[in-house]
Structure formats: structure tokens, C-alpha cells
């Protein structure tokens, strides 16, 4: 097989026989060879050279971004959203604490009073005089012997006063009846308590009531023979002669004593 000879126009020429290409042809007018790159960040692209009619143009770069879409709003970040309420929040917490301290500001200080504080004056109450009267005569002082079911022994009236002083002021129409008793017992047992002494107003019986001031109540015992209790009693009732009687559990009248009128 004999190589064909290398013609003037170089290896590869195709001889006869062979296909043959045709050179790129040289840019038209206004066009450049080398292609266009990007610019370096922070510079402005410069607008691509005007093209005359009937020839090629790249592009802008700000023509390649896609517009949104019409009709609707791009979605905010929601970034956007926390730090706006944020913001909101901050700024009423700011306005409660200015207007909390609004009322502690120099300017806004109830101003001092300049009245003097009333005078303090103490009154002394004068003592109210009451009207007193000691009973006598009739059984007071007297030892009336008597015999329960139990014992025996003695019922003396010591002292009858007639008194409007008292704990509270006695109902109108009526005092206090202050009685000073001795009981002993010469026999057996006697029990004795302020209700077993009784006084009566005709057919009305009165037991020791509240109201009267006793310096030396009456306790209740129980006597056995040779003791004796000495206290006092207090009623309340309209003035009058009374009687006091001496009574055992069952209301049985054992001695009985006169009481003078106021």
C-alpha cells in the first residue's frame, strides 16, 4: 500500500477522494470572539453593546432573574414577625414602669399637710353619786334556826343594803337588794348555794341575779357541824319590805327573815 504524498497545505489536507471543512468564519461586525464571563462581585454589569439589525446579543444578566408571580406577595420570614412582637412587647412593658413611677416623681408628691394634729384632751368623768340605804331592824342580825331533811343550823341577816350602783344601771322602777348571810350547821350536813336563798314580794319570787357589785359572793359548800359561810347575795327588784328564805333542793321553805324597806 503506498502513503500518499503531503501536499502544500499541510498534514491532514484531504486529497481527492476525501471530505473537506471550511474554516469558522471571522465575527460579524459588533460581536466579540471571546465569550461574555461574569463580573467580579460588587461590580455593576455593564449593558451589553448595542446590536445593529440583523445581528446577536447576549442577554443582561438582570434579564435571566425571574419576576415573582403576579397576584401574590412573597411570603415574609418569620423572623420578621418574632422581632416585631418582640418589639411590641417591649415597648408596653417600657409604658408600665413610666407610669408606675409617674406617681413617685418629685413634681407629682402629694404635698404635706400644714395643719396642726387635733389637741388631745382627756376628760375625767366626776363620779355620779348613788343613792345607798342600809336596812335595819326587823330580822337583820338575828340567828333564825331551821332543820332540813338533811341537818340543821342557823340563818343569820348580817346586813340589807338598798343600791343603785351596780355592774350596768338597774331597769327603771327597780335596785339592787345587797344581802350579807351567815349559815352554820349544828347538825348532820347542810348544803348551801346562792340559790338556796330565796326572796319573795308578796306572791313574786326572785332568785340572786346579775347587776349587783359583791365584794364577797356567797360560795356554794356543803357544812358539816360546827362550819359555818358568810358571803353575800345580790337581787334585783322594786324597793319594798321583802322576806329571805332559806330553801332546800326541793323549794322547801326552812327559815325565813324580815327585810326592812329602803
Same mark, same amino acid.
Given at each position: 500500500?503506498?502513503?500518499?504524498?503531503?501536499?502544500?497545505?499541510?498534514?491532514?489536507?484531504?486529497?481527492?477522494?476525501?471530505?473537506?471543512?471550511?474554516?469558522?468564519?471571522?465575527?460579524?461586525?459588533?460581536?466579540? *470572539?471571546?465569550?461574555?464571563?461574569?463580573?467580579?462581585? $460588587?461590580? +455593576? !454589569? %455593564?449593558?451589553?453593546? #448595542?446590536?445593529?439589525? /440583523? &445581528?446577536?446579543?447576549?442577554?443582561?444578566?438582570?434579564?435571566?432573574?425571574?419576576?415573582?408571580?403576579?397576584?401574590?406577595?412573597?411570603?415574609?420570614?418569620?423572623?420578621?414577625?418574632?422581632?416585631?412582637?418582640?418589639?411590641?412587647?417591649?415597648?408596653?412593658?417600657?409604658?408600665?414602669?413610666?407610669?408606675?413611677?409617674?406617681?413617685?416623681?418629685?413634681?407629682?408628691?402629694?404635698?404635706?399637710?400644714?395643719?396642726?394634729?387635733?389637741?388631745?384632751?382627756?376628760?375625767?368623768?366626776?363620779?355620779?353619786?348613788?343613792? *345607798?340605804?342600809?336596812?335595819?331592824?326587823?330580822?337583820? $342580825?338575828? +340567828? !333564825? %334556826?331551821?332543820?332540813? #331533811?338533811?341537818?340543821? /343550823? &342557823?340563818?343569820?341577816?348580817?346586813?340589807?343594803?338598798?343600791?343603785?350602783?351596780?355592774?350596768?344601771?338597774?331597769?327603771?322602777?327597780?335596785?339592787?337588794?345587797?344581802?350579807?348571810?351567815?349559815?352554820?350547821?349544828?347538825?348532820?350536813?347542810?348544803?348551801?348555794?346562792?340559790?338556796?336563798?330565796?326572796?319573795?314580794?308578796?306572791?313574786?319570787?326572785?332568785?340572786?341575779?346579775?347587776?349587783?357589785?359583791?365584794?364577797?359572793?356567797?360560795?356554794?359548800?356543803?357544812?358539816?357541824?360546827?362550819?359555818?359561810?358568810?358571803?353575800?347575795?345580790?337581787?334585783?327588784?322594786?324597793? $319594798?319590805?321583802?322576806?329571805?328564805?332559806?330553801?332546800?333542793?326541793?323549794?322547801?321553805?326552812?327559815?325565813?327573815?324580815?327585810?326592812?324597806?329602803?
Amino acid at each position: 500500500m503506498t502513503r500518499p504524498p503531503d501536499d502544500a497545505d499541510g498534514i491532514g489536507t484531504p486529497g481527492s477522494g476525501q471530505p473537506s471543512f471550511a474554516p469558522p468564519a471571522a465575527p460579524a461586525a459588533g460581536m466579540s *470572539a471571546t465569550p461574555p464571563f461574569p463580573q467580579p462581585p $460588587g461590580q +455593576p !454589569v %455593564p449593558p451589553p453593546p #448595542a446590536a445593529t439589525p /440583523g &445581528t446577536w446579543a447576549p442577554p443582561h444578566p438582570d434579564s435571566l432573574v425571574a419576576p415573582p408571580p403576579s397576584g401574590r406577595r412573597p411570603p415574609r420570614p418569620r423572623r420578621s414577625r418574632r422581632v416585631a412582637v418582640a418589639a411590641v412587647l417591649a415597648g408596653s412593658l417600657l409604658l408600665i414602669g413610666v407610669l408606675s413611677v409617674l406617681p413617685l416623681l418629685p413634681g407629682q408628691a402629694p404635698a404635706p399637710r400644714t395643719t396642726a394634729p387635733p389637741a388631745l384632751v382627756t376628760a375625767t368623768p366626776s363620779p355620779v353619786p348613788t343613792a *345607798a340605804s342600809t336596812a335595819t331592824g326587823a330580822g337583820v $342580825g338575828i +340567828p !333564825v %334556826p331551821f332543820t332540813g #331533811a338533811d341537818g340543821s /343550823g &342557823t340563818l343569820t341577816l348580817t346586813r340589807a343594803v338598798w343600791t343603785d350602783a351596780g355592774e350596768l344601771a338597774a331597769p327603771a322602777g327597780q335596785r339592787y337588794l345587797v344581802l350579807d348571810v351567815t349559815i352554820s350547821c349544828t347538825g348532820g350536813s347542810v348544803a348551801v348555794t346562792p340559790p338556796s336563798l330565796l326572796v319573795t314580794s308578796g306572791d313574786t319570787g326572785t332568785l340572786p341575779a346579775f347587776g349587783p357589785s359583791l365584794e364577797r359572793p356567797l360560795a356554794g359548800v356543803e357544812l358539816s357541824p360546827g362550819a359555818q359561810v358568810s358571803g353575800q347575795v345580790g337581787y334585783v327588784l322594786a324597793p $319594798g319590805a321583802v322576806r329571805l328564805h332559806l330553801v332546800d333542793a326541793a323549794l322547801r321553805r326552812l327559815a325565813t327573815v324580815e327585810v326592812p324597806a329602803p
